[in-house]
């Protein structure tokens, strides 16, 4: 039998629910132990480990208050003609599954008390789902974006001593392509109606459509006009910005893929414009998956350019708006955000439950980089803290344990659920699945995270 200390949290009635009795179990501990003597108060308490506890370096120490145990007073204060009372406060450190037991000493005789005292972390989450469109659409979900993975969440945190709670009804959000994320963010923030009560140690689990990010890209090479010919159908390497973000298909029918005013035929000195009109998806195109997917553009030639290109080999020069890549999800502002959809097909429930586990590494910080009141960054971190990619195209920081670097690409198995990919390359050629749990290097990491002040 152990008795739970809530390192983490706050003294504060509002945690005070669901196997937490009191405020004592919460914070620090507090200690008042009554001497019968009429000297002045001579005794003292202390918390010893018991067994193996998690040990912080010299640097994260000098960092981070608590990643140390404090004795942060001791008090003797008369209690009536006899008694003395002395008071102690005592913070664990921040790790979790550290045992302590307390010692009391007076004139050199110690007693201790019998059950340990085990450190313990509690966070909590609301979540969240996107409904579909009120109208059905072509190339959209018709049901709300299911949640799973909860239990394997729950269950992998708590292996490293982090308990998950979800709390308030489950939220909803409307329907949107979800390509503008701060959008995204507003609104999960605003439907996690758990939030003020919790505040700051909760957050969303969102799950939506898609996270797909755009990119921009000039062209300029050279085409056949075949006499007679009134278009020109091309294939480009990768989708166009249609059916991606739903306000940009709103602004322009068309597609504002095409970036206005860019296309033309150029032929020798002579310029042939075509509107942004002229410029349309492919009739009947094929889609890459069930949500869609669209690389074939027609491009149709006004009456000036069929005349003046006919039989010529000519330039073509535009600029189209493309899907850059789908993100699996993304954490920040006290949100994580998992996609459902990627490559426009569904991403099975396994990739799901992978993809929150790291987004929820991230959102608690992970993979400490060694910043200011972190912990020591370790060997295998990789990548920084901006959303900017890094040289392996993953924004984040995140783990390399079973890879190797070859410059700008990694070549193993992933060996971490915090590696910056759902997946990988191994030398032979297979792709390789990253895990869905912490690796050796980061799970003492995860248990000795500080968690008093999430940094969402
Ligand atoms: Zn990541
Ligand atoms: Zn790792």
């Excluded at 239990?151 to 329907?175: A, D, H, N, Q, Y």
């Excluded at 996690?192 to 689990?205: D, H, I, Q, W």
């Amino acid at each position: 039998m152990t008795l739970k200390q809530w390192v983490n949290l706050p003294k504060q009635d509002r945690f005070v629910e669901d196997g937490i009795g009191s405020t004592s179990e919460l914070g620090n501990i507090q200690i008042e132990v009554e001497f019968g003597t009429e000297e002045p108060a001579v005794g003292k308490s202390r918390m010893v480990p018991v067994g193996n506890v998690q040990s912080y370096t010299a640097r994260e120490k000098a960092d981070n208050g608590n990643f140390e145990l404090r004795d942060n007073s001791w008090v003797g204060k008369p209690l009536g003609q006899k008694n003395w009372m002395s008071m102690d406060d005592f913070q664990l450190p921040a790790a979790g599954g550290d045992q302590y037991k307390m010692e009391i000493e007076r004139d050199g005789k110690v007693v201790s008390t019998g059950e340990p005292i085990q450190a313990w972390r509690r966070l909590y989450y609301q979540v969240v789902v996107m409904w579909p469109p009120a109208v059905p659409e072509p190339n959209r979900p018709r049901a709300a974006i299911k949640a799973v993975g909860l239990g394997t969440m729950e269950g992998t945190l708590l292996k490293s001593f982090i308990e998950l709670k979800e709390r308030g009804g489950r939220g909803g959000v409307p329907f949107s392509s979800g390509s503008y994320w701060p959008d995204v963010y507003h609104q999960t923030v605003r439907e996690c109606g758990a939030r003020p009560t919790f505040a700051p140690y909760l957050f969303t689990l969102a799950f939506v459509h898609a996270l797909p990010k755009a990119t921009e890209t000039s062209y300029d090479f050279v085409v056949a006009i075949y006499p007679g010919a009134t278009y020109l159908d091309l294939t480009f390497p990768n989708p166009v910005w249609y059916g991606l973000d739903d306000g940009d298909d709103f602004r322009s029918p068309n597609g504002s893929w095409v970036c206005s005013g860019s296309c033309k035929l150029v032929d020798g000195a002579t310029d042939y414009a075509i509107p942004d009109d002229w410029v349309r998806l492919a009739p009947a195109p094929p889609a890459l998956g069930p949500y869609g997917g669209f690389k074939g553009v027609r491009i149709y030639l006004t009456p000036e350019a069929q005349r003046g290109c006919a039989g010529k080999n000519v330039r073509l020069v535009m600029r189209l708006k493309h899907l850059d890549y789908f993100i699996n999800g993304c954490a920040a502002n006290g949100a994580c955000i998992l996609a459902r959809m990627v490559n426009f097909a569904d991403r099975a429930d396994d990739g799901i439950r992978q993809t929150i586990i790291h987004e929820l590494g991230h959102a608690i910080g992970m993979v400490p980089a060694g910043m200011p009141r972190q912990l020591d960054r370790p060997g295998t971190q990789y990548g920084n803290y901006t959303a900017e990619r890094d040289q392996y195209g993953h924004a984040g920081s995140h783990c390399s344990t079973g890879l190797s670097s070859m410059g700008t690409t990694w070549v193993g198995a992933p060996g971490c659920v915090m590696f910056g990919a759902s997946g990988g390359w191994t030398a032979e050629g297979r792709s390789a699945q990253a895990p869905a749990s912490f690796c050796g290097t980061c799970t003492p990491l995860v248990i000795k995270l500080d968690l008093s002040s999430p940094g969402w």
